[in-house]
């Protein structure tokens, strides 16, 4: 089956290469960007002014081909793609909550951003703790790594490397 969806936005952030970026919002604290709403959606943008934080779904769209088995910035052992948040995945969806700071027409100002610039936006959410936040009884092999998710920045192991 095949589906199709269309960008309704583009972010812009200061990250400009995939190398040396923050691989989690949580590691991208204070970092500001922009999120552009093409215009014909702009009217969907009502309300969400009230909100501190958003939810964007977006398209890796630098992502290489797609690994079942893969070998993530927080570890070096392989999992499984689906065990990860990897972005070369069978479908390179991305998804980060950030904080909404302000709207100025078509433009959502954000902070803690840790997604590279150009990256097409396909949805966008409010982010409602009573919706979306649990409490974790475990958290699989991320558990060795708990904490450091704040210092460790993207490498170049999901970048294309075949022109070299």
């Not at 960008?7 to 970026?21: E, N, Q, R, V, W």
């Not at 991208?28 to 909100?51: H, Q, R």
């Not at 974790?136 to 558990?143: S, T």
Request: cysteine-free; hydrophobic content about 40%.
């Amino acid at each position: 089956m095949e589906i199709r969806y269309q960008a309704i936005g583009i972010i812009h952030s200061p990250f400009k290469d995939l190398k040396d970026m923050p691989i989690q919002p949580s590691g991208a604290s204070g970092v500001k960007g922009t999120v552009e709403i093409f215009p014909e959606y702009v009217e969907g943008l009502k309300d969400l002014e009230g909100f501190s934080h958003i939810i964007l779904l977006y398209h890796f769209h630098q992502a290489q081909p797609p690994e079942l088995v893969v070998t993530p910035f927080m570890n070096t052992h392989s999992h499984g793609v689906f065990a990860t948040r990897a972005p070369n995945r069978p479908n390179s969806i991305g998804l980060s909550i950030v904080r909404l700071m302000r709207i100025e027409q078509n433009i959502l100002h954000v902070e803690n951003v840790d997604i590279l610039a150009g990256t097409p936006l396909l949805d966008l959410k409010p982010y409602v703790p009573e919706f979306d936040q649990y409490s974790a009884d475990r958290v699989g092999w991320l558990e060795k790594v708990k904490g450091k998710v704040r210092s460790i920045k993207s490498d170049d192991r999901f970048i294309d490397r075949s022109g070299e």
